[in-house]
């Protein structure tokens, strides 16, 4: 079994930055693709930003330039720095791993609980 736990989530005002860490472990021979999702309330959940283990790196169109997505691959750990933060980026943000078990070898994709980020003046 695999644990995904977010952490950084708040409220911040216009304009502000928060980072979001997330740490996956548990069984875990190797990582993927580590990313972040978002759930506006009442909308879908959309990709906000994923990187590979060798650090390539894919943004929503709208989060280019304001995000930046980063991962410590001996911690099994990724981060969001989210800068100039506007009202339309508040949602609950999911953070998702594509694990490859230790023992079994599947390649398995896990989600964490989410954190809510608020952006509000």
């Known amino acids: 079994q695999v644990q995904v736990v977010e952490s950084g989530g708040g409220l911040v005002q216009p304009g502000g930055s928060l980072r979001l860490s997330c740490a996956a472990s548990g069984s875990i021979f190797s990582i993927n693709r580590m990313g972040w999702y978002r759930q506006p309330p009442g909308k879908q959940r959309r990709l906000v930003a994923d990187?590979?283990?060798?650090?390539?790196?894919n943004y929503a169109e709208s989060v280019k330039g304001r995000f930046t997505i980063s991962r410590d691959n001996a911690n099994n750990t990724v981060y969001l720095q989210m800068n100039s933060l506007k009202p339309e980026d508040t949602a609950v943000y999911y953070c998702?791993?594509?694990?490859?078990?230790?023992?079994?070898?599947?390649?398995?994709?896990?989600w964490g609980q989410g954190t809510q980020v608020t952006v509000s003046s």
């Open positions: 998702t791993t594509r694990v490859v078990e230790r023992g079994s070898y599947r390649l398995l994709r896990y």
């Open positions: 990187i590979t283990s060798g650090g390539i790196t």
